[in-house]
C-alpha cells in the first residue's frame, strides 16, 4: 500500500463541495477483548518451518509474532465464506477477529497493492457478501486503508472522488448493520494529516460518524506518541471520536531522513511496537492492532523485494530481533 504524504489541506479543497454528516461519538472501547490468532498465517507455517529445520532461535523469534493476534486482510472476490470461517473459528475459540475490508475500486490506484472491485456496484454486491460473512459473530473490522487519502490521486480524478467517498460510506452503513461488529474507517497516518479540521469534513462525508471510530498509522511507522498527537486532534474535530493504532511495526519509528517510498515500504531496521490490546491507557484508543502483518512485504518498492502481502522472511526476523 502506498504510504507516502498527502497534504489535509488538499484534500479539503479537493472535496469542498462534499456534504457532512453529523452524529454522536462512536462508543468507547471494550476493555479486555481477547483477539483472535490466526493458527494458520504466513508467521506460524514458518516459524513451524523453521523449527523442523533445527533454526530453534529463529523460530521463537518468528513466534514473537505468529503467536500475537494478527489482522487479517480480506480482497478476495467473494469474501463471504472466507469472513465466516474466520469469524466462527474465532467464536469457537472465545477470541475476536480484526478484519481488513480491502476491495475498493481502483485500490492503491494501481500501485504495489493494486486491486479491488472492477466498479461501484460490484463493490457494493461485495461489502454486503463480506457483512453476510460476519453474521451475528463478533468481530472489529478496519474500512478500506489508505482509500480516503487516495481520493487526491488519478485513480479517483473526474468525479470518482464522490463515489469513493459514497462507497466507504456505504461500507461502513453496511457492516455497522451487523450486531457484533466493530467497524473503523481508516483516516490515514501523521504524515497525510497535517490539518485535522480539514480532514474531517471528507471524513464525515465517508461515513465517520457511523463507524465506532476510525484506523490510523495503518501500514506505517509513526510511533504511538507521534500518531496520538495528530489523532487527537482529529477526534476532537469529529466531536470525541475513539480511535485504533496499528502499532505492528512502529517500535523504533520511522526511518530517520527516509523520504517517498522508502520511508515506508519495507524500511530497514524497524521494530515491533506495542503487542494489540484494549489496555491503551488512554481514553479515546480504544485498541493497539496489529493491523498490518508483521513480515509481509509493502511491495516491491523497485528494489526485488517480495510483492505487497508476500512473506518477507529476512523483514520479518529484523523486526522480531529488534523489538523491545
Known sequence: MNGYGLAAAALAFALATASCSGGQPPPGGSGGTRFYVDPESAAAREARTLQEQGRSADAALIRRIADRPNAIWIGDADPRDRVERITAAAEQAGRVPVLVAYHIPDRDCGRFSAGGAGGADEYRTWIARFAEGLGDRPAWVVVEPDALAHVLDSCTRGGRADERLDLLRHAVTTLKRRPAARVYLDAGNAGWVRDPAAWAGPMRRAG?????????????????????????????????????????RNGRGRLPGATGDEAWCNPRGRALGAEPTTATGRERVDAFLWVKRPGESDGECHRGEPGAGDWFPDRALELARNAR
Request: net charge negative.
Open 208 to 248: 465517520a460518524a457511523e463507524a465506532d471510530g476510525f484506523a490510523f498509522n495503518v501500514s506505517n511507522f509513526f510511533t504511538v506518541e507521534e500518531s496520538v498527537a495528530v489523532a487527537d486532534r482529529l477526534s476532537a474535530a469529529l466531536g470525541g471520536a475513539h480511535y485504533v493504532i496499528d502499532t505492528s
